[in-house]
């Protein structure tokens, strides 16, 4: 199969784009001109997650627009720092499912490795936003355990790469990790949970597509896009390299107060998603996490908006409404 060859620059480019991404809040609000009397609050707000956001993905935001359904998923605000009872450090129960460090197993037939705490974006409403990172392996020899696990649990036939980014890591330790795992005959499928190529399109290099499709496993690669202002047109051309490349196109987006809760906005998306060739996988119930209350849309909206995507859209394209409830065999469907 052949690609069409990307630039030398565009290569390496990704990771000059992520140094020189956006890191405080007054960046952000000069950036786009905000008004500077939310500055004080918007500080405040990012002293425990800071300000993260790289200019391909800050481009495609309204100046002046608070409102902004992707300037809301990255602007620190005063809610963050309410406590509301249910919301939580760990809302999902990782730590509880963790079988080596690095790997989480919920489910059964698949793990999750948690690769990397590094992210090209920091995400108000992430539920992983306390993570305790700095816990989890960095250097191969601390990566043995899980690996070694993956290789001799038989009963697995999946690994999902997760953060963090997997992404953010460079494409000679994905290579090399990649390669590893294709060794255990057991193992059929690899998928890539990431938000890279949403945010930075350049991190879809020819390396990757490279170390992804060349082992015996299928690659399924699951996005993260929650609007479809994120798709813009250096996104659908990345994806469709990544389509024709042969891997498997899928994407997760969080159900989001003023991002993506009506009809309209939610279907726009999934047809967007679907005329580029990325079926629309999972919508999820915002999982509770300790900062993120004021994201929250109540369960019987989202129910209320599955029904009327429906009528709108080919069954493909509409997702299955999910929550993940700590201690569950699987995602619940709502
Ligand atoms: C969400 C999740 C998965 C993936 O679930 P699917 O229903 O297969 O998409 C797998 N492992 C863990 C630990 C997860 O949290
Ligand atoms: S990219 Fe994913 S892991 Fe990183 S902050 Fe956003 S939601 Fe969280």
């Not at 999946?158 to 890591?169: A, F, K």
């Not at 580029?276 to 915002?286: A, D, R, T």
Request: charged content about 25%; aromatic content about 6%; hydrophobic content about 40%.
């Amino acid at each position: 199969m052949s690609i069409a060859p990307l630039s030398s620059e565009s290569k390496s480019d990704w990771k000059r784009q992520v140094q020189d991404a956006i890191r405080d809040p007054e960046t952000l609000f000069r950036r786009l001109q905000l008004p500077m009397t939310e500055l004080a609050k918007a500080t405040a707000a990012a002293r425990d997650f800071p300000v993260f956001a790289p200019e391909s993905y800050v481009a495609r935001m309204e100046s002046g627009n608070v409102s902004d359904p992707l300037l809301r998923q990255v602007l620190p605000v005063e809610n963050e720092l309410e406590s509301p009872a249910g919301f939580s450090l760990d809302p999902v129960g990782d730590q509880l499912s963790k079988q080596q460090p690095g790997l989480i197993q919920k489910y059964r037939g698949r793990v999750l490795l948690i690769t990397t705490g590094m992210c090209a974006i920091h995400c108000r409403y992430c539920f992983r936003r306390h993570y305790a990172y700095d816990e989890e392996p960095k250097s191969s020899e601390q990566w043995e355990p899980a690996v070694r696990h993956i290789e001799n649990d038989k009963s697995l036939q999946e690994v999902i790469l997760s953060g963090g980014d997997p992404l953010s890591l460079s494409d000679g330790r994905l290579s090399t990790l990649l390669h590893r795992l294709g060794q255990a005959k057991h193992l059929r499928r690899i998928r890539v949970h990431t938000r890279l190529p949403i945010v930075i399109p350049d991190r879809v290099t020819e390396d990757l597509i490279e170390w992804l499709t060349s082992t015996n496993m299928i690659p399924y690669l699951v996005l993260h896009a929650n609007h479809a202002n994120e798709l813009s047109n250096e996104v659908v051309a990345k994806v469709d390299l990544l389509r024709r490349a042969g891997i498997i196109l899928l994407n997760q987006a969080v159900l989001l107060r003023g991002v993506n809760d009506s009809v309209d906005a939610m279907a726009e998306l999934c047809e967007k998603l679907s005329n580029i060739g990325v079926l629309p996988y999972y919508l999820n119930q915002l999982d509770r996490v300790k900062g993120a209350a004021h994201f929250e849309v109540p369960v019987e909206t989202g129910k209320q908006l599955i029904r009327e995507l429906q009528t709108r859209l080919p069954g493909y394209a509409v997702p299955r409404f999910v929550q993940e409830i700590a201690g569950a065999e699987h995602k619940v469907t709502l």
